[in-house]
């Protein structure tokens, strides 16, 4: 693949010769992270939850430092959590079981099991439910008033979904099936009706961004039940589907907004698509970029160290010129 350069004025804590004088953002520009690692979601570079998975297991980042997050102590201890997610600092949801109002955690009666997806269009917060109104069929949930609500049901063994946050589109990847095939097809709605496309290979995971009606997918390949080192990324806009590059290098996750487009996280940089490649917009060959948010101007970073003793850290990066 064709690599290019690109430099980046990155400042956190202090002004980096060059950049101007810019405002110097009060947090560490690197901290390291609790051992058991689930999934980061940010606020804002100073208010960030982490979960590890199980509700003995969730932090909090204010700013300076991580601190066990301590849910109310009437509450009941639920084995598998899930992730976290909102629409700011007074509404956060952790899966459909506990929400966040600002003041206090409240806990809720669990309705299948909620992944939150994001925010669409309408400025509401999107979730995908494993469990529809019959529990061979997932639903994309929609959160009201403290309650999730089902929006509409999905393809059948559907494995998650995105709203696109600027159409309302819903993307629906399906990974294998029942019968232990490996076909990956990934099912569109547009508002008025599912439309599908396959993949052609196998694929361990699937991530979305989206962009101005475009929405981009990332597969990487599974060969012999292992994953191999590369992938393919996908692009759709009103053409279709179509591979628009190819890449031997490890990816992880994928993030992003309108704004920067799809930044993809790898082995050792996190990258940029320019028209059909992939440019290098930060690198750090001690780190695995495992988990991608953009907050703001802000680059929120989960960064693995390749020295396994070494840990996890969170990397913040200012995106501005």
């Known amino acids: 693949m064709t690599v290019r350069r690109a430099v980046v004025c990155l400042v956190v804590l202090v002004v980096v010769s060059g950049c101007g004088d ?5 947090v560490p520009s690197s901290v390291e992270l609790p051992s058991s690692i689930g999934r980061l979601w940010a606020v ?23 601190a066990p997050l301590h849910l109310n102590d009437d509450m009941t201890q639920n084995p598998e959590v899930g992730y976290f997610g909102g629409t700011g600092p007074d ?14 955690w409240t806990e809720k009666a669990s309705q299948g099991g909620v992944s939150v997806i994001g925010l669409g269009p309408d400025g509401a917060l999107y979730g995908f439910r494993r469990c529809g109104q019959d529990c061979s069929i997932p639903a994309l949930v929609r959160a009201e008033s403290g309650e999730w609500k089902s929006v509409m049901d999905l393809p059948a063994w559907a494995s998650s979904a995105w709203v696109d946050p600027s159409s309302g589109e819903v993307y629906a990847p399906v990974i294998g099936q029942p019968d232990g095939g ?30 101005d009606g475009e929405a981009y997918a990332y597969g990487a390949k599974q060969m012999s ?13 009103g053409g279709g589907w179509k591979a628009i590059y190819e890449t031997t290098e490890r990816l992880f996750s994928m993030g992003g907004t309108k704004t920067t487009g799809p930044l993809l996280g790898g082995s050792g940089a996190v990258y940029r698509l320019d028209q059909d ?30 020295k396994k003793a070494m840990g996890n850290f969170l990397l913040i990066r200012d995106l501005g010129q």
Do not use: C
């Open 225 to 237: 039940g292992s994953l191999a080192q590369g992938g393919v990324l996908f692009r759709r806009d």
């Open 22 to 26: 810019r405002s110097i953002l009060e």
């Open 44 to 66: 804002d570079v100073t208010n960030v939850y982490l979960s590890g998975g199980h509700s003995d297991n969730l932090w909090h980042f204010e700013g300076q430092s991580w």
């Open 182 to 211: 490996a076909p990956t097809v990934i099912h569109h709605f547009d508002g008025q009706q599912w439309s599908s496309f396959d993949l052609g290979q196998p694929v361990h995971v699937v991530v979305w961004s989206t962009r």
């Open 91 to 104: 509404d956060v949801w952790l899966s459909d079981h506990y929400h966040f109002d600002g003041a206090i």
């Open 277 to 306: 490649n992939l440019v290098p917009l930060l690198t750090d060959d001690t780190m695995e970029f495992v988990q991608v948010q953009v907050v703001d101007q802000y680059l929120i970073l989960h960064g693995k160290s390749k």
